[in-house]
């Protein structure tokens, strides 16, 4: 083969090859950004802003577990107390999902307490008492006596409050949130315990939360 034909069958080949590369790569994107990373829910990742957040939320839930099971109406009952859990109060400008701060707070205690309270599910009411209506019909059957009331009562309710204060200036954002959490007697009325924790931020940016 003379060197002007093996020039013509190079020229080909390349030629070709980049033919083929642009066929295959067309409509193919290159992931943008960066891939996605799994990090605890503790820990402050890169997408981060001044509001609420994964790490504050196990902070304040763990604490509060922990304070709850300090007080002797709790840690020293002779008979583990019922508590209810009642609706957070969000006064910040966040938008978050404001009871997720109570269902870690009871499964924090309900896992670690070795029994020491329990809760009443009164989101279950109407389910229970449709099960009970059934019972005492006979469609279904019941081990025990189906016209007992067995619905427990009230000992604690548990509830908190989340408020908030923002300030904008050229520099950025800065947000402080007060969580405030207490557990009120049933009988009384009274406070019998209440704890707090304050955390303040600030960014250059604002995060757009939901």
Known sequence: MNITSRFLLSGFAAASAMLAGCTTTEGVKNPSGVP??????DERGFVAGTGIESQDLVSVT????RSILGIPQI???KTPPSVVLEPVVNNTRFPINKDIFLTRIRTQLNSKS???VSFL???MMKTLE???????????????????????GA??????????MTTRTSAGTSDYVLYSFRLTDA???RIVWEDVAEIKKQGLEDAAYR
């Open 155 to 164: 000992d604690y309710f548990l509830t908190g409050k989340l408020d908030g």
């Open 187 to 189: 009988r009384t009325s």
């Open 130 to 152: 449709r099960e009970r209506e059934l019972k005492r019909s006979g469609q279904v059957t019941a081990s025990a006596d189906p016209n007992v009331v067995e619905f427990g």
């Open 62 to 65: 763990d604490r509060m577990a």
């Open 121 to 123: 599910d009164r989101e």
């Open 75 to 77: 840690g020293r009952a």
């Open 114 to 116: 070795a029994g020491q």
């Open 36 to 41: 996605v990373t799994e990090l605890r829910p």
